[in-house]
């Protein structure tokens, strides 16, 4: 038996750092999207043992790769005696703060649990996904989540939030270099506590957004951790103001980055900002067009 499934990339539209807790970890508020587009993973059923291959030669597929972690995690969870192979397609960027491995290893539980019989529940699957990363648990999910905890308390907004999220075409782009999201994290914390937006402030941004039907998804972007980032790598603030003021976008960056996205209006000159993004970034950045899913 073998199954195809899309693992899907994500944006934080919504995406505030409220402090630091004492196991180390952030609290957060945010609103996650998966996007249409993502990686492919493809799952056979086999007697026993897990293994992986990948098209991307940059990719470690040892042992420490989410997909077998996921996988391994599992079998402990599930007492699955059975094993499978994997085959991912990688077309998401790495260190981009769109939660590829995060997606990847989220799907291996999906298709596992499927593979199995469904022997467990959804809830049960979130407290697995949990153990492997904080953004883990919203790629069981198949729609825009609000994040709270350290990213693994998940509630569903309202219809009309969602309506006005899914299916809004975007542009994801992103430069030649990475961030990695634990730097971008003791960057936040080396600057406490002025880098986080208290936990109260977050709630009433949020919901302000969401009880103002009329409020276009561009009206809820934000994200604190743009601060590091923008200050480190200046490539990063320079293209978004360049889209702002060239184009009349409302750009930001997603996560800890340095993938950043823009929605778009349908008459949006599509060619002309992607030439205009690889003027500023070189040829070699990252562009893409998909919807929000
Ligand atoms: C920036 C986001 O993408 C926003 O959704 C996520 O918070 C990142 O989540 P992630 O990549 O799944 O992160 P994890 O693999 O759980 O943790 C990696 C490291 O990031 C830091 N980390 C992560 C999540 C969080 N809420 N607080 C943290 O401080 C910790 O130093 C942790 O050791
Ligand atoms: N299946 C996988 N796909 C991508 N990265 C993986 C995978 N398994 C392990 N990793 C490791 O995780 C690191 C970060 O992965 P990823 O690109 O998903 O993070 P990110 O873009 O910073 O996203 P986010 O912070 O939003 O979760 C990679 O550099 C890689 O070493």
Known sequence: MTLVLSSPAKLNLFL???????????????VA?????????????????????????????????LVLRAAQAFAEAASWTGGAHFSLQKRIPMGAGLGGGSSNASTALLALNQLAGGVLTMEELGTVAATLGSDCPLFLQDGPVIMRGRGESLRVPPPQ??????????????????????????????????????SVAAETQLMTWMDDATAPAEELLF???????????????????????????????????????AFLPENAPVAAITARIRELWGAEAFVTETRLA
Request: charged share 20%; glycine share 8%.
């Open 16 to 30: 505030a750092i409220t402090g630091r807790r004492a196991d180390g970890f952030h609290d957060l508020v945010s």
């Open 33 to 65: 999207a998966p996007l249409e587009f993502g990686d492919t993973l493809t799952v056979e059923l086999r007697p026993a043992g897990f293994s992986l291959e990948c098209d991307d030669p940059a990719l470690e597929i040892d042992g420490t790769n």
């Open 161 to 198: 939030a969602i309506d006005r999220l899914r299916g809004r075409r975007v542009l994801v782009f992103k430069p030649a270099f990475g961030i990695s999201t634990v730097w971008a994290y003791r960057q936040l914390a080396a600057g406490a506590p002025a880098s986080y937006l208290p």
């Open 223 to 261: 994200n604190n951790m743009e601060v590091p980032a923008f200050t480190k790598h200046i490539a990063l603030p320079v293209a978004l103001e360049c889209l702002r003021e060239e184009f009349d976008l409302a750009p930001r960056m997603s996560g800890s980055g340095s993938a950043c996205f």
